[in-house]
């Protein structure tokens, strides 16, 4: 059993910055990739920045040049720097993994969700 854990979520002013952490725990695993999803309120989840196993970076066009992911391996953690936030920026943040644990194939694993709110 993994567990994903996520700290770091809270008020921010539009302009200021944040900082989203998550750690993986459990059973061993390895890392496929990592991501940050969101979800605001009335929409639907999004992804919005991906790091692979090989360091290949991605980002959803809106918070590209503002937001980072970043990842320390050796910690099983994912980082998520949030810069230039807008009000828009306001959802719930999840971390997710793709890991291999006892199979070949890669599985999902979810954080519990962390507020971000971007007071304008």
């Known amino acids: 059993q993994v567990q994903l854990v996520e700290s770091g979520g809270g008020l921010v002013q539009a302009g200021g910055s944040l900082r989203l952490s998550c750690v993986a725990s459990?059973?061993?695993?390895?890392?496929?990739?990592m991501a940050w999803y969101r979800q605001g309120p009335g929409r639907q989840r999004e992804l919005i920045a991906v790091?692979?196993?090989?360091?290949?970076?991605s980002y959803l066009d809106s918070v590209r040049g503002r937001f980072t992911i970043s990842n320390d391996n050796a910690r099983n953690t994912v980082y998520l720097q949030m810069s230039s936030v807008k009000p828009e920026d306001t959802a719930v943040y999840y971390c997710?993994?793709?890991?291999?644990?006892?199979?070949?194939?890669?599985?999902?694993?979810w954080g519990q969700g962390t507020q971000v709110t971007v007071s304008s």
């Open positions: 997710s993994m793709s890991l291999y644990t006892s199979s070949s194939i890669p599985y999902r694993y």
């Open positions: 459990g059973s061993s695993f390895s890392i496929d990739s």
């Open positions: 790091v692979t196993s090989g360091g290949r970076l």
